[in-house]
């Protein structure tokens, strides 16, 4: 009886080891799932600002575009929150980055923001210049056609041949 007790209390104890192991195989299998699941979220949510960058990024392209080709005041601010959303985006993937390569890439991301924001704000300057050259060409334009629209001044004004002449070259002018 001694030996069916002890054989008993072997397999009981057996028993209770291999519950032990198969609790903490569960509770590491369920714990590894879990990390795996964080782990692919980290990664969803870098993808997901990757793209929103991307799409912030050409969207900010666009609206400059529009800004240089109809000067429309709304594209220049519509440009200027873009970009800086963009740099949201480049200051929340920093914010996740683990290693190195990632740091390294969120500091290129960075400095294409600040190129962008210098080619932008270049874009913008040269734009508002054409615009003032042009406003003022357009002035001096109007001033001389008021001036070739209005008869000369002349000291001989008495003088058929000369008058023929003026009157000929400021119509020569006008059809031109």
Do not use: C
Not at 142 to 159: F, N, V
């Amino acid at each position: 009886m001694r030996i069916r007790r002890k054989l008993l209390l072997l397999v009981l104890f057996l028993g209770a080891a291999l519950l032990v192991n198969l609790m903490a195989l569960g509770y590491l299998a369920r714990t590894m799932i879990a990390g795996l699941q964080d782990i692919e979220q980290v990664a969803l949510e870098r993808q997901l600002i990757g793209v929103e960058m991307q799409a912030r990024l050409r969207s900010a392209e666009a609206a400059l575009y529009r800004y240089v080709i109809e000067g429309e005041e709304g594209f220049r601010r519509q440009f200027e929150a873009q970009l800086a959303s963009f740099e949201a985006g480049v200051e929340a993937y920093r914010g996740q980055a683990t290693n190195a390569s990632a740091r390294q890439w969120a500091g290129a991301l960075a400095d294409s923001h600040a190129q962008a924001q210098l080619l932008g704000a270049e874009m913008i300057l040269l734009r508002d210049q054409y615009e003032d050259a042009f406003v003022e060409l357009d002035q001096v334009h109007t001033g001389l056609t008021q001036l070739l629209d209005q008869p000369p001044p002349s000291a001989h004004t008495e003088d058929p041949a000369y008058r023929a002449a003026l009157d000929g070259m400021q119509q020569s002018l006008r059809d031109m």
